[in-house]
C-alpha cells in the first residue's frame, strides 16, 4: 500500500510532499526522534530503528520538508549545512531495499610491471624514455622496470608500416646496455621486425655463449647456448618481415628452453645454458649481423613466467602493436586485450518508508544576537531586547545594524537602546556581537623569532635629527634597543633622510655611516636589506662588521655588483672572488640578502629573492656593525631604506615572508619570482582585533 501524510506540530501542517510505500507489513516506521546536541551548522539527534522484514540500507532526513544528507544510524545521526541560529523541523525516513540483477562491465589496464620480476622493459610507444641528440637522432632508449638498464648507441625513432613509431636500426648501428648479470631463468619477448631478408640480429648476449634473437633467411630464429657446446635453434619459422612478438623462456631447474612466435609454443628444448656478466646487445652491427629494421619493445622478466601470466604478456604486446590477429585463435586474448572483464553486480533498489511521529524541532547554536523584540519606541529611539550568542567567545560588546549600516546603542541584552532615529519611520534592524580574535593584519618581522636587528626608514619614529633632514640617531624597532649613532671609523659625515627614485624617503649614506659596537651576531645569521647604490666604487660597505669575525655586504667593482663574504681575524673567505654570482648590479632599488649557518661553506647569497651561488661562510661571531662603509673609506653612497637581522638561518617560508613583506612594501614586488608564494600578495601577521557576527534576518521595527 502507500500514503501520503501530513505532520502536525504548534497549529502548522508540514507535507513531506512524496509518498512511500511500505514493503512489509511487519514494518515500524523510525520514531522518537530526540534531540542530542547542535552547534552553528550542524544538528545531531536520535530516533528509534524501524521493523521491517526487509532490510534497512540507510536513513534520509526531510528538514523542513526537504530531503537532507546526513551521516550515522539510529543511537546519533548528524545533519551538515544548516545555518545559524536557524529553525529545524526533521523527519525521518528509513530506506528499505529489494534487490535486483545487472550487469556491469569494469575495465582495468594491464600492465607487465603488475607481473613479478620485470628485469628489462624498452617500450617504444613511451616517448618519454627515448633520449634524443637531435631531431630523430636517438642516443638513449630508458628501461622502464626501475632497474636502470638503459641503452646506448646512435640510431632513430621512426614510424613503422603499421604507422606506429619504433626504434629504426639500419643495418650498422646498435646499442648497448650497461653492463648486468643476465637472471639463471628468463622470458623474453620482443616485438620487431626486419626489412631484408639477410641475417639480422635483433638481441643477444656480449659473449658468444648465451642466447641469440635473430633473423635468418626471412625467419625468425632463438637460439641458445654455452661457450662450450653447440648452439640450439629453437625456432625458425615466421615471416620476418611482418611485425611479430618473439619470445622465449629457461629453466635452469630442468634445462629447459621453449620459444614462442606470435603467441605459438616451439619447444621444449633440453639444453645446458649458462648465465654470464656483461652487456646486451641490440641491433647486432657490432657483431657483423646489423638489424635492418625496427624494434617496438622489449620484457624480460627473472623467472621461467607461468603460462597463464605469459599469454598476459603476449596479449598486452599484440593488441597494443596491432598483430593480435597472428595470435592462435584459441589464445585467451585473441578477442580482447588482458585487463577487461564483464561482471555480474548486485544493486539495491529502494523504497522510503515515512516517519508519520512527532518530528523533532531543533535549532543550530547562534555566534549572533537571536530573537529581537520590542520593548519601547519613542519618535527617536528603540528600545528592544535580544537573546546573547548561543556559542562563541563572550562577546565585548553589540553593534546594530539600521537599514544595512553599523550604528551604536547602550544596554545589554535585556534592554539595548538605538537613538537618534526620526519619528514615525520603520527601520530594518539586525544586531552583531563584537568578539576579540585575531585576525590579518599587516606582516610584523618581529613576529618571526630571533628578530636582533630592525631599522625602519620608514618609520620616522625611529629617526633622530640634529637639524632635519640629517639623522643623528636611526633607532632598533627590534625590542633590543640596538640604536645607531654616528661611527667613530673614518670620520664619516652623518645620513640625511631624502626622496628615493620611486617616490619613497629613507636615509641616504654618502661618506656617511652609522654604528651600533654593542650588537653581537651570532654564528647563525640572516641579514634583509633594501637598498641601492647611486655611485659605485671598487668597494662600498653597506654592512660591515666593528670588531670580530669580518663580515662584508655591500658592492665591489665600478658598476655596484652585489657582494658579500665573510671570514674570521685570520683572514677573508672568497676575496678575490667578491662579486656573488650570477653578478648583479644593485644600482636601483632592490632586495639583498645572506645567510650564514655556522659552517665554513654555508654562506649563501640572494637577491631580490632569487638563490644565488653559495660560497665559503665562517664559523665567528661578529661583534659591532656599521651601516654605510667599511672601516677603510669604502663608504656606501645611496640609500638604506630597511635592515632586519635574524640570529639564525631562517626556513624557507620564514625567509619568503620577509621577502614578500619587504617588496611589497618598498614596491619591489614584481622583482620576486614569479613562483614566489608572496609575488602576488603580501604576507599578513596575526594581530589582535575585533570580529563582528552579525544575525542574518533582519526585524522590522517602527518609531513613535
Keep these: ?77 548528524t545533519i551538515n549545512g544548516l545555518s545559524a541560529g536557524g529553525q529545524y523541523t526533521i523527519n525521518m525516513v528509513a530506506n528499505i531495499v529489494s534487490t535486483s540483477s545487472t550487469s556491469t562491465t569494469t575495465t582495468s589496464v594491464f600492465v607487465p610491471s603488475s607481473i613479478s620480476g620485470c628485469f628489462l622493459w624498452l617500450d617504444a610507444s613511451d616517448n618519454s624514455t627515448i633520449t634524443y641528440s637531435s631531431g630523430i637522432n636517438i642516443s638513449q632508449w630508458n628501461d622502464k622496470s626501475g632497474n636502470g638498464y638503459n641503452f646506448s648507441g646512435a640510431t632513430t625513432y621512426t614510424t613503422m608500416p603499421n604507422g606506429k613509431k619504433g626504434v629504426y636500426f639500419n643495418g650498422s648501428q646498435n646499442m648497448n646496455s650497461p653492463t648486468i648479470t643476465f637472471p639463471a631463468n628468463f622470458t623474453t619477448f620482443i616485438v620487431a621486425y626486419a626489412a631484408n631478408s639477410g641475417t639480422n640480429s635483433i638481441l643477444r648476449g656480449s659473449q658468444d655463449c648465451y642466447f641469440l634473437t635473430y633473423i635468418e633467411s626471412n625467419v625468425y630464429t632463438f637460439r641458445l647456448g654455452n661457450g662450450g657446446a653447440v648452439w640450439k635453434a629453437l625456432i ?132 549572533f544576537p537571536t530573537n529581537i523584540q520590542l520593548i519601547s519606541a519613542t519618535t527617536t529611539s528603540l528600545t528592544i531586547s535580544f537573546t546573547a550568542p548561543t556559542t562563541g567567545s563572550t562577546p565585548t560588546g553589540y553593534t546594530p545594524y539600521i537599514n544595512g549600516s553599523a550604528t551604536t546603542g547602550t544596554g545589554t541584552p535585556s534592554s539595548y537602546t538605538i537613538s537618534g532615529l526620526s519619528g514615525s519611520t520603520s527601520y530594518s534592524l539586525t544586531m552583531g556581537a563584537n568578539v576579540s580574535t585575531m585576525v590579518a593584519g599587516t606582516f610584523n618581522p618581529t613576529t618571526i623569532s630571533g628578530c636582533l636587528i630592525w631599522l625602519d626608514g620608514a618609520d620616522t619614529s625611529t629617526i633622530t635629527y640634529s637639524t632635519s633632514p640629517t639623522i643623528s640617531q636611526w633607532n632598533d624597532k627590534s625590542g633590543g634597543n640596538y640604536n645607531f649613532t654616528l661611527s667613530t671609523a673614518n670620520s664619516p659625515t652623518l645620513p640625511t633622510y631624502a626622496t628615493m627614485s620611486n617616490g619613497k624617503s629613507a636615509p641616504r649614506f654618502s661618506s656617511s655611516a652609522l654604528q651600533n659596537s654593542s650588537v653581537v651576531i651570532p654564528t647563525s645569521y640572516t641579514i634583509f636589506v633594501v637598498g641601492y647604490n647611486t655611485s659605485a666604487t671598487a668597494y662600498s660597505g653597506l654592512i660591515s662588521n666593528y670588531s670580530g669575525g669580518y663580515l662584508f655586504f655591500g658592492s665591489t667593482t665600478g658598476t655596484a655588483q652585489f657582494s658579500c663574504f665573510n671570514g674570521t681575524s685570520s683572514g677573508w673567505n672568497n676575496h678575490g672572488t667578491d662579486i656573488n654570482s650570477p653578478s648583479t648590479a644593485v644600482t636601483s632599488l632592490c632586495l639583498m640578502e645572506m645567510t650564514n649557518d655556522n659552517t665554513t661553506t654555508g654562506l649563501i647569497p640572494y637577491i631580490n629573492g632569487t638563490t644565488m651561488t653559495g660560497k665559503n661562510g665562517t664559523t665567528s661571531q661578529i661583534t659591532g656593525i656599521i651601516i654605510g662603509n667599511f672601516p677603510n673609506n669604502q663608504y656606501w653612497n645611496g640609500f638604506v631604506a630597511e635592515v632586519l637581522i635574524y640570529n639564525s638561518v631562517l626556513s624557507n617560508a620564514n625567509r619568503q615572508s620577509v621577502e614578500g613583506y619587504l617588496a611589497w612594501k618598498w614596491g619591489t614586488q614584481t622583482s620576486l619570482p614569479g613562483a614566489h608564494p608572496y609575488y602576488s600578495a603580501a604576507p599578513t601577521s596575526l594581530v589582535a582585533g575585533t570580529t563582528i557576527y552579525q544575525n542574518p534576518t533582519a526585524v522590522s521595527l517602527r518609531t513613535a
Design 236 to 367: 625458425n619459422t615466421g615471416n620476418a618481415n611482418n611485425l611479430s612478438i618473439l619470445g622465449g623462456s629457461y629453466s635452469s631447474s630442468n634445462s629447459e628452453a621453449n620459444a614462442y612466435l606470435n603467441g605459438t609454443l616451439y619447444g621444449p628444448s633440453t639444453i645446458i645454458n649458462s648465465t654470464f656478466t656483461g652487456q646486451l646487445s641490440l641491433g647486432g652491427a657490432n657483431w657483423g649481423q646489423g638489424l635492418t629494421g625496427h624494434v617496438a619493445e622489449i620484457l624480460i622478466y627473472n623467472s621461467t613466467l607461468s603460462t597463464s601470466d605469459r599469454q598476459k604478456v603476449e596479449g598486452y604486446l599484440a593488441w597494443k602493436w596491432g598483430t593480435q590477429s597472428s595470435l592462435p585463435g584459441a589464445h585467451p586474448y585473441y578477442s580482447a586485450a588482458p585487463g577487461t572483464s564483464t561482471t555480474t553486480v548486485t544493486t539495491n533498489t529502494k523504497n522510503v518508508l515515512s516517519n508519520p511521529s512527532q518530528p523533532l524541532i531543533i535549532s543550530t547554536l547562534a555566534p
Design 1 to 77: 500500500m502507500s500514503f501520503s501524510f501530513f505532520n502536525s506540530f504548534n497549529g502548522n501542517s508540514q507535507r513531506l510532499g512524496q509518498k512511500y510505500s511500505i514493503v512489509s507489513a511487519d514494518v515500524n516506521p523510525p520514531g522518537s526522534v530526540s534531540s542530542i546536541g547542535s552547534d552553528t551548522s550542524s544538528v545531531t539527534f536520535s530516533f528509534t530503528a524501524p521493523r521491517t522484514g526487509g532490510t534497512v540500507t540507510g536513513y534520509t532526513a526531510y528538514v523542513n520538508g526537504k530531503p537532507y544528507s546526513g551521516t550515522g544510524g539510529p543511537s546519533s545521526y
